[in-house]
């Protein structure tokens, strides 16, 4: 059984999501205290975001150039609490497999090279190969849920994976915390982002569950997903 799975993110009431306007209109920790009020047990974020915010400098440069192919799950540890990169091509350094305390696990497709998965063991990070092409991220979730006991994963951005998410109906739950400013950019990415529209497209229907007003003017909207 898959883990219940949070969006959980912090926007301007246009939903934008970029971290310097929001860090200029927010002065707490009200992202933090709110997401471990949720109590989830791992959390997970896209390529972008790891790279900008967690990741060592770089990107990975193969050797032999030969895909992984499928692969079974390498546990390197198990641990209280995760996180999680979803990273397909695998691209992303680590200096180890502890993030800020937590157990580091990364999530790529078929096309991560072998050499690459040799850099994970070797780091005592732990990984999942789900899908060909793209990562799979029905395949993955429920591998997390298997293979490390996750029970409530948060899913924290950025916009296109939160949104692929979404597309592969997986999310249970959205945490939206509204910051009292307006962004107004076009091409500032949003909380979802990269779904595949179409003529006659519908949104998402959402049941508000509780509103909440937190410190600095801070909204705490929760909503089940229909």
Not at 88 to 102: A, H, M, R, V
């Amino acid at each position: 059984m898959r883990p219940r799975i949070i969006c959980h993110m912090i926007a301007t009431i246009d939903g934008k999501i970029d971290g310097a306007s929001l860090k200029a209109i927010t002065k707490g920790t009200e992202y933090e205290e709110t997401g471990s009020r949720l109590g989830g047990d791992a959390w997970v974020c896209g390529r972008v975001t790891m790279q900008q915010h967690f990741a060592e400098e770089g990107t990975f440069a193969s050797k032999d150039g030969f895909p992984a192919g499928p692969q079974p799950v390498h546990v390197a540890r198990r641990a209280d609490s995760y996180a999680i990169a979803i990273d397909t091509q695998g691209s992303l350094l680590w200096d180890s497999g502890d993030l800020d305390g937590e157990h580091l696990i990364s999530v790529v497709s078929e096309q991560a090279q072998t050499e690459y998965l040799a850099y994970l063991r070797d780091r005592q990070i732990s990984y999942i190969v789900a899908g060909q092409s793209a990562v799979d991220l029905e395949k993955a979730v429920d591998a997390l849920a298997d293979n490390f006991e996750i029970k409530t994963l948060l899913l924290e951005g950025g916009g296109h994976i939160n949104g692929a998410f979404l597309e592969a109906k997986l999310l249970d739950e959205v945490s939206l915390l509204l910051a009292p400013g307006i962004d107004g950019r076009h091409d500032v990415p949003s909380v979802f982002d990269g779904l595949k529209g179409s003529e006659g497209h519908l949104a998402t229907s959402l049941k508000l569950n509780s509103v909440e007003k937190l410190g600095d003017g801070v909204l705490w909207l929760r909503y089940d997903v229909s």
